[in-house]
Nanobody, 121 residues
Framework: QVQLVESGGGLVQPGGSLSLSCAASGSIFRVNAMRWHRQAPGNQREWVATITDGGEAVYADSVQGRFTIYRDNAKNTVYLRMNSLKPEDTAVYYC???????????????WGQGTQVTVSS
């Protein structure tokens, strides 16, 4: 079994910053790409950022230049540093990861349970 657990959500004022983390645990052989997604009320879930196991990062246009995704491979953890937050960034943020579990030879996509980020004055 593999679990992803997010933490770090909360309430922040517009223009403020917040950091999220997501730790993968369980019977893991290898963690490949890790991603952040978000879903605002009434909207579809949208992709935010991806980081490869080699550290290459790509971002959605809506967060480019404000958000930074990074990871600690030794801890199987991905982070999202969010700066210059706007009310429209309010959403439940989810992480996902492509994981090769111990004893398998294929990538399986796992998701966390989500953490709420609210940007409001």
């Amino acid at each position: 079994q593999v679990q992803l657990v997010e933490s770090g959500g909360g309430l922040v004022q517009p223009g403020g910053s917040l950091s999220l983390s997501c730790a993968a645990s369980g019977s893991i052989f290898r963690v490949n790409a890790m991603r952040w997604h978000r879903q605002a009320p009434g909207n579809q879930r949208e992709w935010v950022a991806t980081i490869t196991d080699g550290g290459e990062a790509v971002y959605a246009d809506s967060v480019q230049g404000r958000f930074t995704i990074y990871r600690d491979n030794a801890k199987n953890t991905v982070y999202l540093r969010m700066n210059s937050l706007k009310p429209e960034d309010t959403a439940v943020y989810y992480c996902s990861a492509d994981v090769i579990p111990t004893g398998f030879n294929v990538n399986i996509n796992y998701w966390g349970q989500g953490t709420q980020v609210t940007v409001s004055s």
